[in-house]
T-cell receptor, first 112, second 116 residues
Framework: AQSVTQLDSHVSVSEGTPVLLRCNYSSSYSPSLFWYVQHPNKGLQLLLKYTSAATLVKGINGFEAEFKKSETSFHLTKPSAHMSDAAEYFCVVSDRPHKLIFGTGTRLQVFP | DAGVIQSPRHEVTEMGQEVTLRCKPISGHNSLFWYRQTMMRGLELLIYFNNNVPIDDSGMPEDRFSAKMPNASFSTLKIQPSEPRDSAVYFC??????????????FGPGTRLTVL
């Protein structure tokens, strides 16, 4: 069975400092992995997607994630946080076309 | 493209009333999903349609919930009768799935349902 664990429920950073949001997954097959972002009272927006083409995936708004099979991890990073990055971030795993399994989310706070 | 469109954005109703949520997927997409988001359970898939046919409804909580997709551009999620525990944000998403590939799901803005 597939699952995803987001290791931090809350992360706080200062504007201009790096962001690291951690995600570990479990899957019996070669999974697809996603990061989605949800701003307050908004829908979910895709940040980036991994589908085995390259282990380092670049997404929108300067975010990127690295797939590490040996560590079963897919951590999300950004070199320099911006105030507008404050939101909820979801790590998602899928090994079937229609079945997305969402993590519990990480709330990112960015302080000035 | 306008993206996935959901209506209403907010719905407040009283226990026992019928509630209908509406979704228009992105044109050209062949798959549609209804999700429910709560603090306690996070994001849960309720039902998945492919080419207007319900494929997986194992997430539908109980018989009070029903979903239809009469054509490629419209779907409804109905709750009858509604109960306070149905209060949640309901998201609709669409994607184009071909040849067994997982593809990106695009989410609508959600409907925040409050049942008093």
């Amino acid at each position: 069975a597939q699952s995803v664990t987001q290791l931090d429920s809350h992360v706080s950073v200062s504007e201009g400092t790096p962001v690291l949001l951690r995600c570990n997954y479990s899957s019996s097959y070669s999974p697809s992995l996603f990061w989605y972002v949800q701003h307050p009272n908004k829908g979910l927006q895709l940040l980036l997607k991994y589908t085995s083409a390259a282990t380092l995936v670049k997404g929108i708004n300067g975010f990127e994630a690295e797939f590490k099979k040996s560590e079963t991890s897919f951590h999300l990073t950004k070199p320099s946080a911006h105030m507008s990055d404050a939101a909820e971030y979801f790590c998602v795993v899928s090994d079937r076309p229609h079945k997305l399994i969402f993590g519990t989310g990480t709330r990112l706070q960015v302080f000035p | 493209d306008a993206g996935v469109i959901q209506s209403p954005r907010h719905e407040v109703t009283e226990m026992g009333q019928e509630v209908t949520l509406r979704c228009k997927p992105i044109s050209g997409h062949n798959s549609l999903f209804w999700y429910r988001q709560t603090m306690m359970r996070g994001l849960e898939l309720l039902i998945y349609f492919n080419n207007n046919v319900p494929i997986d409804d194992s997430g539908m909580p109980e018989d009070r919930f029903s979903a239809k997709m009469p054509n490629a551009s419209f779907s409804t999620l109905k709750i009858q009768p509604s109960e306070p525990r149905d209060s949640a944000v309901y998201f609709c998403a669409s994607s184009f799935i071909a040849g067994g590939d997982t593809d990106t799901q695009y989410f609508g803005p959600g409907t925040r349902l409050t049942v008093l």
